[in-house]
């Protein structure tokens, strides 16, 4: 058996909650964590909403937290285009996310600035029925004409009531096969994604296990950053995936409640 983990990341949609409904048992582990001083951070992929949504969001399941306790794609690409000291932004993602970018200059994509002939870079998130072909078109524009393409997610597809539905990958890779140009990742399965995430909460050789329900962008993302991956069968988990993707968890949990019987009994 792995080490116990000394600190925790935990996905949310999928994970904590799935849809409107919270995973049964899910504040319960979290309230455990928090009287046990366990050291962990909320992250999730979503580029849908702000963390200020995604914490209010979280209390209506009864898990209390701070925004700054949520780390998200937006704070990566923060961190990723302040870096390449890129200024003029086409953003091609839901609006209410934009607020936790900072001081960028959006023109194009949901902008309400019409697009320019080249931006510093074209950022992708999960658009989704928002999508239409003039702003593929855009988005491909952009990017022939040197902007950096910046994915905030790969992931392939997420839960959507009682089916899958195309998340942000997808689009991702239309753009990359359309350009010829590979996209810079700042969201999940991203190892900077993960170190950053992580940073601070375990010390020395502690273990910091990710806690989620996508075997790419959770598990396998988290043992390539260091960490320890485990994986719940909630949310988009699929039996047959696990099968046949070639990725071994290091553990297997019905539901992220197990994670209260885990810290329990290594009390």
């Not at 994509?109 to 019409?114: F, K, L, N, W, Y």
């Not at 959507?160 to 700042?186: C, K, M, N, T």
Request: proline share 6%; aromatic share 8%.
């Amino acid at each position: 058996m792995p080490p116990d983990p000394s600190a925790y990341l935990f996905d949310l949609d999928g994970t904590l909650y799935v849809g409107s409904e919270a995973v049964p048992g899910a504040a319960a582990t979290i309230d455990r964590l928090r009287k046990r001083r366990v050291p962990f951070r909320f992250v999730s992929n979503t580029t849908s909403r702000s963390r200020a949504a995604l914490s209010e969001q979280l209390r209506t399941f009864g898990i209390q937290t701070a925004p700054d306790e949520i780390h998200t794609p937006m704070v990566a690409a923060r961190t990723l285009l302040a870096a390449r000291d890129c200024r003029i932004i086409a953003p091609f993602t839901p609006r209410p996310a934009l607020t936790d970018l900072g001081a960028f200059t959006f023109a194009g994509g949901v902008s309400d600035r019409p697009a320019v002939p080249r931006p510093d870079a074209v950022l992708i998130g999960d658009l989704g029925a928002e999508w239409s072909y003039d702003l593929l078109q855009e988005a491909f524009d952009s990017v022939l004409g040197g902007a950096l393409l910046v994915a905030l997610s790969r992931d392939r597809y997420f839960q959507r009531g009682d089916r899958l539905a195309l998340d942000a990958g997808p689009f991702v890779a239309a753009i990359e096969y359309a350009a010829g140009r590979d996209a810079v990742l700042a969201g999940k399965p991203s190892t900077a994604f993960f170190r950053a995430a992580g940073a601070g909460l375990a010390d020395g050789d502690g273990t910091i296990a990710m806690v989620g329900d996508d075997l790419w962008s959770d598990t396998r993302g988290a043992q390539l950053a260091g960490h320890a991956g485990w994986l719940v069968r909630t949310g988009k988990f699929r039996e047959d995936a696990l099968a046949t993707s070639g990725i071994v968890p290091d553990r297997v949990l019905n539901s992220v409640a197990d994670v209260a019987a885990e810290i329990e009994a290594s009390a």
